[in-house]
């Protein structure tokens, strides 16, 4: 089973930084696409980053280009998302998902249908 296991959310202020950290249960040697989704209560799950199974190909939604960073180290079988420049409306749960990546990949990386195993979530909560 590929079970992710999200951490490193909290409080912090505006302006700050915060690096979440997804953590695999097996090998990624599998070919492991893995994302970030958000969401907020009475809102749908909101995509974030994206990254192919060997780092090559990074994806951001409008939100999140410039301030965020997606990467993952493959021997360690982890991702992190690190985030700079907090702004309240990032508050939210922050998700891991992971998805045996397919050819088309690259066109469906923001559909949250699209990925298999999804964590359990983190909060991560700005203050203004």
């Known amino acids: 089973q590929v079970q992710p296991v999200e951490s490193g959310g909290g409080l912090v202020q505006a302006g700050d930084s915060l690096r979440l950290t997804c953590a695999l249960a097996r090998r990624t040697s599998l070919s492991v696409a893995m994302g970030w989704f958000r969401q907020v209560p009475g809102k749908e799950r909101e995509f974030v980053a994206a990254?192919?199974?060997?780092?090559?190909?990074?994806y951001y939604s409008h939100t999140a280009k410039g301030r965020f960073t997606i990467s993952r180290d493959n021997a360690k079988n982890t991702m992190y998302l690190s985030m700079d420049s907090l702004k309240p409306e990032d508050t939210a749960v922050y998700y891991c998902?992971?998805?045996?990546?397919?050819?088309?990949?690259?066109?469906?990386?923001?559909?949250?249908?699209?990925?298999?195993?999804w964590g359990q979530g983190t909060q991560v909560t700005v203050s203004s």
């Open positions: 998902a992971a998805v045996h990546e397919f050819r088309d990949y690259r066109n469906f990386y923001s559909d949250s249908g699209r990925y298999t195993y």
């Open positions: 990254i192919t199974w060997n780092g090559a190909s990074t």
